[in-house]
């Protein structure tokens, strides 16, 4: 029978367990963010090399599953000599995974702006610089927006693996409860219930985000 006791004894460790799993998908979508636009950079770029190379990092990051990506870093940081915390491993994992994705993401945005916009832009004196600032980017990101909403949204549930390393985020945190109380269905429906109200949230900023832009 359903203990609504257990449940709410386990809601509420798991709502401080979420921490951990918000601050891996906040770091990873930071970071992946930043190294995304470099890789997008270098996937639209007219040398070749710089091509190749930004696809072979899409290539790589999106054909590793993530579970492996985040045991090689585990193991691999301390095998070249670098000991970093569990929590460290984790977030850099999913930080280069991450960027992976929405490199494309964006690749895919800008590909959608015709390429007279940024010429036109320029012969009205506008510098490289303030044409993909100003026009390109606002642009891609309303074309890309949707698809960044819902890469936001995976990345939170794939959060869920980095509890191979020992990080005790949310999944890993209902596991030890479950084992702790013999009460499995009392701690995985608390944590399906917490997960759905992290995207919940996501999904309708989301939305708003997006009627904005549409007006704007």
Known sequence: MFNFLAFSQALRLLVFAAQ???????????????????????????????SRLGG????????VPLLV??????????????????????ATAVSLCEAAYLAEILRGGFAGIPNGQLEAAQLLGLSRFNAVTRIQVPQALRLTLPSLVNEVVMLVKASSLISVVGVAELTRTAQNIAA??????????????????????????????ERRMERA
Do not use: D, K, W
């Not at 963010?33 to 770029?45: P, T």
């Not at 072979?56 to 054909?63: I, K, L, P, T």
């Not at 109200?197 to 309708?204: P, T």
């Open 20 to 50: 951990a799993t918000i601050l891996i998908s906040l770091i990873g979508l930071v970071v992946g963010f930043v190294i995304a636009v470099g890789v997008c950079s270098a996937r639209l770029s007219r040398n070749r090399l710089a």
């Open 180 to 209: 702790s109380t013999y009460r499995p269905l009392e701690a995985y429906i608390a944590a399906g219930l917490i997960y759905l109200v992290i995207n919940g949230m996501l999904s309708f900023a989301g939305h708003r985000a």
């Open 69 to 90: 990506q985040l045991l090689l870093t585990y193991y691999l940081l301390p095998f070249i000599g670098i000991n970093v915390p569990p929590l460290v491993a984790a």
């Open 56 to 63: 072979a990092y899409v290539f790589f990051f999106r054909g």
